[in-house]
Every structure is written in C-alpha cells, then in structure tokens.
C-alpha cells in the first residue's frame, strides 16, 4: 500500500521561504516521478513542481525560478523549497506520486497548509 505525507507547512511572510516535505512508502521510490501540486480557495489544482526518478525537474510558470524540487532517494524524500513567497502562493500543498508509465497522479498525501501574510 503506498502512503503519502506532507509536512512542513504553516505561516510565512511576504518575501519569506518554506520547505515542504513528502515521505512515501510503499513504492519503489527511486524510479517513481514525484510532483506537488496546490489548491488554493476558489482555484483549480494546480501541478507546480514535478520531479523524475533521475532528477529532471519541470515547473510551472507561476513559480519557476522562486520554488525547487528536489528528492532524496535514500532517505525516501521529495522537498519543494518555496523561497519569495507571494500571498497567491496561499493553498493547500499536496505531494503526489504515480507510477513511471502512468499519465496521472494515483497517490496522494492528505495535504499542508501554507499561508502567506502580507
């Protein structure tokens, strides 16, 4: 069974940086992609930042060059480091997994919540 947990969210000024965590199990780790994605009030899921089992890395548009993705496959752990934060950066974070051949994100975490005060 494959489990997904977030951790590392909470309150940020404006300008400053957080760092989420994701530990997942249950999966062969170092081949699965690994992406966060972020739902903020009256918005869309949005997939910010995706990262392959070697490491290649896509982001979107809304927070390239401020966000990185990394992943430690060791340890069994992706980071999305949020540095400039925005109050549009407000939303439940979550970290999602899906098997390499797959399309889709089939596992999800339970979400963490990150707020950016002006």
């Known amino acids: 069974q494959v489990h997904v947990v977030e951790s590392g969210g909470g309150l940020v000024q404006v300008g400053g940086s957080l760092r989420l965590s994701c530990a997942a199990s249950?999966?062969?780790?170092?081949?699965?992609?690994m992406g966060w994605y972020r739902q903020a009030p009256g918005k869309n899921n949005e997939l910010i930042a995706s990262i392959t089992g070697n490491g290649t890395t896509v982001y979107a548009d809304s927070v390239k060059g401020r966000f990185t993705i990394s992943r430690d496959n060791v340890k069994n752990l992706v980071y999305l480091q949020m540095n400039s934060l925005k109050p549009d950066d407000t939303a439940v974070y979550y970290c999602a997994a899906r098997h390499r051949a797959a399309e889709r994100y089939d596992f999800w975490g339970q979400g963490t919540q990150v707020t950016v005060s002006a």
């Open positions: 249950g999966i062969i780790f170092s081949v699965t992609p």
